[in-house]
């Protein structure tokens, strides 16, 4: 907080998935960060056992990994590759991306103070590496909202429908994370996502009626806004 009011910038780096460490307790750490330490940016990793470490040898210890040189060479710390007996792969890995959407994008501290212009300077960064990112975009659109500029806020709303319709990276975001964002789902309507839903693999869209249902209820709000 004295960095911060002092102009500084603050970005932390959390680490999840330790030995031990649940999703709920995972939760409690990505709910600290967001409505107590507050920083300007967060990055989320996953722990990674490295050959050598007290970490490496409790998952060794554990059944989760062999030791061997497979395991040696797994360096990365984006992604989990092993089970483990208090959270799979598939979840830890997709809680670590929900946990930077929520804190980045959907809590993100710059909108909530204010900080409009280093807002749009850091999604715009998170845009030109990663052209499909439309929560970046929509962040982008928070800002020019916050400014007054509603012209350029609904030019951005146009750029996230049409990245949508023309990068499957972007779809495949909009389908996924969603329901993180029911603003920029009320974009589209319920006619217009359906087919998208069919274009997901199944194995990585866990519930796609619980999508539909999403779309069920945003038909209904428009419906009312008419009347």
């Known amino acids: 907080k004295y960095a911060q009011s002092r102009g500084l910038i603050v970005t932390i780096n959390i680490i999840l998935g330790f030995p031990n460490e649940t999703q709920e307790l995972m939760q409690e750490t990505v709910d600290e960060v967001k409505n107590y330490l507050q920083p300007n940016w967060t990055q989320y990793h996953i722990a990674t056992p490295i050959v050598g470490t007290p970490m490496y040898d409790s998952f060794v210890e554990a059944g989760c990994i062999e030791d061997g040189p497979s395991s040696w060479m797994e360096t990365l710390t984006n992604s989990r590759y092993f089970d483990s007996p208090w959270i799979g792969k598939d979840e830890l890995n997709d809680f670590r991306y929900r946990a930077n959407l929520d804190s980045n994008f ?80 009320k974009f589209f309507t319920k006619e217009e996502i359906e087919p998208l839903i069919k274009d997901i693999d199944p194995i990585v869209l866990q519930n796609p009626e619980t999508m539909i249902s999403w779309l069920d209820t945003l038909d209904q709000e428009k419906y009312k806004q008419r009347q």
Not at 166 to 172: G, K, P, S, V
């Open 106 to 185: 959907v809590h993100n501290y710059d909108l909530q103070i204010g900080n409009y212009e280093h807002a749009l300077s850091t999604f715009g960064a998170v845009v030109k590496l990663y052209p499909f990112q439309i929560y970046a975009l929509n962040g982008i659109r928070c800002a020019h909202i916050g400014m007054g500029e509603l012209d350029k806020a609904d030019e951005l709303r146009k750029r996230i429908r049409n990245a949508v319709f023309t990068d499957e990276r972007a779809a495949d975001h909009l389908i996924k994370y969603g329901d993180m964002f029911p603003e920029v789902l």
